[in-house]
């Protein structure tokens, strides 16, 4: 059973930064397409980062290039998301996400889904 646990969201300053974690379970760490996205009160749902182990294929939304690092720790199967220069924009609910394999163009389509974790980022 797939299983996608997310934790270190929270309350940030605009400027701030927050280091999202993804614990996964249950498949092929290195051969899925494993990311972020997010969706916020009223708006559309937001594929943010992606990125598959075996041949470190990564993607990025325009809207977090720059600030967003996406990185894996094969050894704790965990994904991070390092989030820099954090705007009022990003609040929103994040989710990892996890897919059998890389989706053209974006990688992760969310074949599975965490639980969430809130970010929220003050102005």
């Known amino acids: 059973e797939v299983q996608l646990v997310e934790s270190g969201g929270g309350l940030v300053q605009t400027g701030g930064s927050l280091r999202l974690s993804c614990a996964a379970s249950?498949?092929?760490?290195?051969?899925?397409?494993i990311g972020w996205s997010r969706q916020a009160p009223g708006k559309e749902r937001e594929r943010v980062s992606c990125?598959?182990?075996?041949?470190?294929?990564?993607y990025y939304a325009d809207s977090v290039k720059g600030r967003f690092t996406i990185s894996t720790d094969k050894a704790k199967r965990t994904v991070y998301l390092q989030m820099n220069s954090l705007k009022p924009e990003d609040t929103a609910v994040y989710y990892c996400?996890?897919?059998?394999?890389?989706?053209?163009?974006?990688?992760?389509?969310?074949?599975?889904w965490g639980q969430g974790t809130q970010v929220t980022v003050s102005s």
């Open positions: 996400t996890a897919d059998p394999y890389w989706r053209s163009r974006v990688g992760c389509m969310g074949d599975h």
């Open positions: 249950g498949f092929s760490f290195v051969d899925y397409a």
């Open positions: 990125i598959r182990s075996s041949d470190d294929s990564i």
